[in-house]
């Protein structure tokens, strides 16, 4: 646009200079104030419009932003009526799995369980049998489901040049310990069993963790298993 006015400009000049009769730059400069108010307005326009249609783009976004908003909180409301009932001493409603038979048996999938710090609870991932559903693959606890008279195994491996602790826990108290001592074998693995037999209450929890840290092998060379011997009142 500072182009085309300066060049409108230099022609009324150059008509002044090369000309002997004195020209009426008037009409030109009328002229050229018109197309400038034109130019200016074509230009206004099309920012308007560029920014009416940013302005409805963001609008749109926003509408679309409140609707999922909306849908999230009725997900969330809808969640929170579904949600368990407080603890009571009644526990048994909450193992609709009581009285049915109780018995599990899971392993270490991955090859290696490596980089394992202080008391840190194994995954035994691979769940072979969950009769009863008292062993939860996601987290490697066993949670009884009601009173009663338990017993548990572990085997556990470990590959040449490595070792590792490993605690029997209850509702989080060391019940004894299990060591697959390799470490200083370069050819060998060790491999390494316990058993326990105890008492649960509904609700009680059972896990395998690290007493130290360590590696064990996996590749369901090393297994948790237990069940019911019986219930007790």
């Known amino acids: 646009m500072a182009f085309i006015v300066l060049l409108l400009i230099s022609s009324c000049l150059i008509h002044n200079v090369f000309t002997k009769d004195k020209p009426d730059c008037n009409l030109e400069r009328a002229e050229l104030e018109r197309y400038v108010e034109n130019l200016v307005e074509t230009k206004l326009g099309e920012k ?3 920014r009416d249609k940013e302005m409805a783009i963001l609008k749109e976004r926003l509408q679309h ?3 999922r908003y909306q849908e999230q909180r009725s997900i969330i409301e809808a969640l929170s009526k579904d949600k368990m009932p407080p603890m009571s001493p009644s526990k048994r409603n909450l193992f609709p799995d009581a009285g049915s038979p109780i018995g599990f048996m899971a392993c270490v999938s991955p090859p290696d369980l490596v980089n394992l710090g202080d008391k840190h609870i194994i995954l035994f991932d691979k769940v072979i049998t969950n009769t ?7 987290t ?3 949670i009884a489901p009601t009173k009663g008279l338990y017993e548990f195994y572990l ?3 470990s590959m040449p040049g490595k070792h590792q602790y490993l605690s029997f826990v209850k509702d989080g108290t060391v019940i004894s310990y299990l060591y697959p001592d390799a470490y200083s074998s370069s050819a060998s693995v060790e491999t390494a069993g316990n058993q326990w037999v105890v008492e649960l209450d509904q609700g009680s ?3 395998i963790q690290t007493y130290v840290a360590g590696e064990i092998h ?4 090393t297994t948790f298993s237990g069940f019911l011997i019986s219930e007790m009142e």
């Open 155 to 157: 085997t556990a491996m």
């Open 132 to 138: 009863g559903g008292a062993y939860h693959g996601h």
């Open 140 to 142: 490697g606890i066993f």
């Open 218 to 221: 996996g590749n369901c060379f």
């Open 48 to 50: 308007a419009a560029s």
């Open 205 to 207: 929890e059972v896990w």
């Open 65 to 67: 932003a409140e609707r």
